[in-house]
C-alpha cells in the first residue's frame, strides 16, 4: 500500500504548526467551518508545492516560461505524488471557448464531418469557427455581434470637449479624450446633436486613419479611430459581465450564421442528414442520441471517443449544456464539473485529483452520481481530496480530515484525521451537526400577497405562470439547469428591478482591497482618523498620500530571479506595515493606522465612533465575520468569507425583497444555520426572501417552496410542485420531494450506519 502524503508544520495562512497524514488512493474529505483553514491546507500547502516542485523538474527554459510558485510555509512534505486542481474558476473569459472546445468534444466533431460529411471537402480548420477558412466572416465566428447603444454611451446635448462620450475611457483629461480633441474631424466644441452627417460619422464609425495634429505648435501625424469603432474591436471576443457590457452594448445573434459561428461552406455539409450547426445547439444527450445512428466506415474511433466524454458530462450532471455554449457563461459549479468529465479521460494513475467544493450548484439527485464519479477516480489508484461539506459525500468519503474549532485566528487545527465512522462518534462541531435528530420544525407563515409572474418564456421556461408569496421565506429548487435563475434572476428582477440581488458574482481578489473598502466605509474611517490627529485624511491611505515610498503600500517588495521564483520579502523600510515613518508615528486611541487595520471587526465596533460604520461592521459581526481583521486583504479570504462579505454588503440597504442565489455556496452547516438565522430575521422584519437553493437544510426551513423541472435544458423550464415543504415531500412527482424527505432521515441513517461500521471494524 501507498505510503501517505506527510505534512510536518504547516504554517500557510491560519493553520498553527498542523501536521497531518493523508492517504493514498482514498476518498479524503477535508471539512470544517468556512475560513477554519481547509483551503490552506489542501490548496495553498499541498497544491502548492506539488506543482512546485513538478515545475522544478524541468529544465531552465521551461521553467523560465510557467508559473513562479514560492514554497509554502511548512517544514516537511513527503510522499507527494502529481496533483491535478479541479477548482471553480472559469476556464477563460473569452467568447471563443466553448463546451465544445474545452472538453475537445467539437474538436473530434470537426473530424467526423471533415472525414465523413457530404459534399467532401476535407481539412478539419474549415469546419472551426477560429480559424479564418472556417470563421463566419461577418461575425468572426463568435456568432454574436456586438451593438453599440449610442443613447446610453453619448449624452447629445454636451460637446466632446464638455464631456460627451459616457464611457470611461473617454473622460475629459484622458488619452482617447485629447486624441478626439485633436483630431480635426469634427468639432469638439459643437454639441453632438449639432454635428453634421460627415462628423458624426469621423467621431463614432470611421476606421483607423493617419491624422494630422498639433502639439506645442509643432504639427505631427497622429491615429484617429471612430469611438464606437475602437471599443468594438477593445471589446470583442471579452467577457459579457464587465461594465463595459451592461451600460453600453449588447450583442445579438448573427443573421449571417444565425449563431453558428461558421462561414456558409462549413454549414452546407451533412452527416447523417444534420449539419454541424444542426448539432452544437442539441443538449448533449440529444447529441449522444445522432452519434448512435450515424453509420459510416471512417466513423467509429471517432464517435467513439466522443460518446466516453459527453456521457461523462451526462453522469455528472451537466447534460443540459450544449457544445456552443460559451464556458465565459458557465457558473463556478458547471464549470469545475465540466473539467472533471475531461479529466476522466485520463488513463494517468497515481495522481492526486483535488476537487473545490464539487457539489456546489448540484440537486441532491445528481449527487450519487458525482460520488460514484470521485469512486471511478479512486479505482484507478489515484487519490481524491476534496474540500466540501455535503453530509452525503462526507459519508461516501474513506477518510476525513475536519479543520477548525472555528474560523480565522480561531482555527487552523486539525480536530479530527480518522474514518468516518469515528467523526461521528467525535466531539467536533462537524460530528455534532452531522448528529442532529428529529430537528424542530418552524411555524411556517402565511403570504402577505403575491408577486406574479405571467407567462413566462425566457431561455428554456415553458410560458409558465406562477403566484410567488410575499413576506414568508420562498426556496426555488429544482435540477441544474431547470430554469430556476431564469425565473429569477432573468424575469422576476427585471419586473422588480428595486429587489437586493446577492449572486455568485466575484468580490474581486485585489491585494490592496480589504472589507473596509469593500464595505465602502474606509473614507468615513480615514475620516475619523484625520479629525481626530488634525491631519489630511488621505494620508491614511497607504494608495495614497500615505503609502511606504519603497513598497508603494504593498508592504513587500517582490524580487524577479528570471528563471528562479520570485522572492517576496518584508518591506524593511516600513517593516510591511505599508505606511511612510509620518504616518506610523500618529496615534488614535493609542492605537497607529496600522495597529488599527489589524483590529477584528469585533474589536473595531467599539474602537470606531462614526455611526455608519459600527452599523457597518455590525452586520459584518452578524454574518459570523467578526474575528476578520478591517484591514485583511480580500486575496486570503475563502470562498464562503467572501460570499457572506458580499452578503453582508447587501443587507444593509433598504429593500423589502431580497433574492438570493445560492447563499450556502462553501458555507459549513454550522455556518448555514447561522446564515437561516439571518434569513429568518429579514422575512420577521416584513421582507420577502426568494432563495435559489439545493441545500436540504435551507429548504427544509422555507415557509413556500416553487420546484422546477423536470428535468434541465429544454426539459425543464416547467413549475413541477408549490407548496410548503410537508406538501412537496408526499408529492412523488417532485424529485425534490422525495430528496426533501430522505433528507429528513437522513441523520437518522447516516448515525446508524456509522454504528454499524464501528462494529465491523
Not at 482555527?411 to 462541531?429: C, I, N
Not at 455590525?618 to 486570503?636: E, F, I, K, N, W
Amino acid at each position: 500500500m501507498s505510503e501517505p502524503v506527510r505534512i510536518v508544520g504547516a504554517r500557510e495562512h491560519n493553520l498553527k504548526n498542523i501536521s497531518v497524514s493523508v492517504p493514498k488512493n482514498k476518498i479524503v474529505v477535508v471539512t470544517g467551518v468556512s475560513g477554519s483553514g481547509k483551503s490552506s491546507l489542501v490548496f495553498d500547502t499541498i497544491s502548492a508545492e506539488a506543482r512546485r516542485q513538478l515545475i522544478e523538474t524541468f529544465g531552465t527554459f521551461e521553467r523560465s516560461r510557467l508559473p513562479k510558485i514560492s514554497r509554502p510555509d511548512v517544514d516537511e512534505i513527503s510522499n507527494l505524488s502529481p496533483v491535478i486542481v479541479i477548482d471553480q474558476k472559469r476556464p477563460g473569459q473569452t467568447l471563443r471557448s466553448t463546451v465544445g472546445t474545452m472538453t475537445e468534444v467539437y474538436t473530434y466533431l470537426r473530424l467526423l464531418f471533415s472525414r465523413c460529411g457530404a459534399p467532401f471537402i476535407g481539412g478539419s480548420n474549415l469546419f472551426s469557427f477560429n480559424n479564418a477558412d472556417g470563421m463566419c466572416p461577418e461575425c468572426s465566428g463568435l456568432g454574436q455581434l456586438m451593438v453599440v447603444d449610442e443613447k446610453k454611451l453619448i449624452d447629445e446635448t454636451k460637446s466632446v470637449a464638455d464631456g460627451a462620450i459616457l464611457h470611461s475611457q473617454y473622460k475629459k483629461g484622458g488619452y482617447y479624450w485629447n486624441s478626439l480633441m485633436n483630431s480635426r474631424l469634427f468639432d469638439p466644441c459643437k454639441p453632438v446633436c449639432e454635428l453634421s452627417e460627415e462628423e458624426r460619422y469621423n467621431l463614432l464609425y470611421k476606421p483607423q486613419t493617419a491624422v494630422k495634429a498639433e502639439r506645442f505648435g509643432e504639427e505631427y501625424t497622429s491615429r484617429h479611430e471612430g469611438v464606437i469603432s475602437r471599443l468594438k474591436k477593445s471589446y470583442l471576443n471579452k467577457e459579457e459581465n464587465s461594465d463595459a457590457y451592461t451600460r453600453f452594448f449588447r450583442y445579438e445573434t448573427c443573421p449571417h450564421c444565425n449563431g453558428s459561428r461558421l462561414n456558409e461552406r462549413a454549414r452546407t455539409v451533412i452527416v447523417q442528414g444534420r449539419t454541424i450547426p444542426d448539432l452544437v445547439f442539441l443538449e448533449l444527450p440529444d447529441l449522444l442520441a445522432f452519434l448512435d445512428q450515424v453509420d459510416h466506415s471512417y466513423a467509429q474511433p471517432i464517435i467513439a471517443r466522443m460518446r466516453v466524454i459527453i456521457q461523462y458530462l451526462i453522469d455528472i450532471g451537466v447534460g443540459y449544456l450544449s457544445l456552443h455554449r460559451p464556458v465565459a457563461t458557465l457558473s463556478g459549479g458547471e464549470s469545475q464539473r465540466v473539467k472533471i468529465a475531461k479529466q476522466l479521460d485520463c488513463t494517468l494513475t497515481n495522481l492526486v485529483y483535488v476537487l473545490d467544493e464539487p457539489s456546489i450548484g448540484l440537486h441532491p439527485r445528481d449527487i450519487g452520481n458525482l460520488i460514484q464519479i470521485m469512486k471511478d477516480l479512486r479505482d484507478k489508484e489515484n487519490t481524491v481530496l476534496v474540500v466540501e461539506h455535503d453530509p452525503e459525500i462526507i459519508q461516501a468519503s474513506d477518510y476525513v480530515i475536519d479543520i477548525g474549532p472555528g474560523a480565522g485566528s480561531h482555527g487552523g487545527e486539525v480536530q479530527y484525521a480518522g474514518s468516518v465512522s469515528g467523526l461521528f462518534t467525535s466531539d467536533t462541531l462537524t460530528s455534532r451537526y452531522l448528529n442532529r435528530v428529529g430537528e424542530e420544525t418552524r411555524n411556517r407563515r402565511e403570504p402577505k400577497g403575491y408577486f406574479r409572474v405571467e407567462n413566462a418564456s425566457l431561455h428554456n421556461l415553458k410560458n409558465i405562470s406562477v403566484d410567488i408569496p410575499k413576506g414568508v421565506l420562498v426556496c426555488i429548487t429544482g435540477v441544474a439547469g431547470s430554469g430556476k435563475s431564469s425565473l429569477i434572476h432573468g424575469v422576476f428582477c427585471e419586473q422588480y428591478p428595486d429587489a437586493v440581488v446577492i449572486d455568485q458574482t466575484s468580490i474581486g481578489r485585489s491585494s490592496r482591497s480589504n472589507p473596509l473598502t469593500y464595505l465602502g466605509i474606509f473614507d468615513a474611517v480615514r475620516k475619523e482618523l484625520g479629525q481626530a490627529t488634525d491631519i489630511d485624511p488621505s494620508c491614511f491611505s497607504f494608495n495614497s498620500k500615505g503609502a511606504c515610498p519603497k513598497c508603494k503600500g504593498t508592504g513587500v517588495l517582490k524580487m524577479e530571479m528570471h528563471f528562479l521564483d520570485d522572492v517576496t520579502t518584508v518591506c524593511d523600510a516600513c517593516n510591511g506595515e505599508r505606511y511612510n515613518p509620518e504616518v506610523l508615528s500618529l496615534s488614535y486611541k493609542g492605537k497607529t493606522i496600522s495597529e488599527i487595520l489589524k483590529l477584528t471587526v469585533a474589536d473595531a465596533v467599539d474602537f470606531f465612533e462614526t455611526r455608519d460604520v459600527k452599523r457597518k461592521l455590525r452586520v459584518l459581526a452578524d454574518v459570523g465575520l467578526d474575528y476578520l481583521q478591517v484591514g485583511q486583504s480580500l486575496s486570503t479570504l475563502s470562498g464562503g468569507e467572501a460570499q457572506r462579505l458580499k452578503l453582508a454588503t447587501e443587507l444593509h440597504k433598504k429593500g423589502n425583497i431580497y433574492v438570493m442565489d445560492e447563499p450556502t455556496t462553501g458555507l459549513h452547516m454550522a455556518d448555514t444555520s447561522r446564515l437561516l438565522k439571518i434569513i429568518h430575521h429579514l422575512v420577521d422584519q416584513g421582507n420577502s426572501v426568494i432563495v435559489i437553493e439545493h441545500n436540504s437544510d435551507v429548504i427544509r426551513q422555507a415557509d413556500w417552496i416553487i420546484d422546477m423541472g423536470p428535468q434541465g435544458g429544454n426539459k425543464g423550464g416547467e413549475i413541477i410542485a408549490t407548496g410548503n415543504p410537508e406538501t412537496l415531500m408526499e408529492n412523488p412527482g417532485s424529485v425534490t420531494g422525495v430528496y426533501l424527505k430522505m433528507a429528513s432521515v437522513r441523520n437518522n441513517s447516516l448515525i446508524l450506519g456509522a454504528e454499524e461500521e464501528l462494529v465491523h471494524e
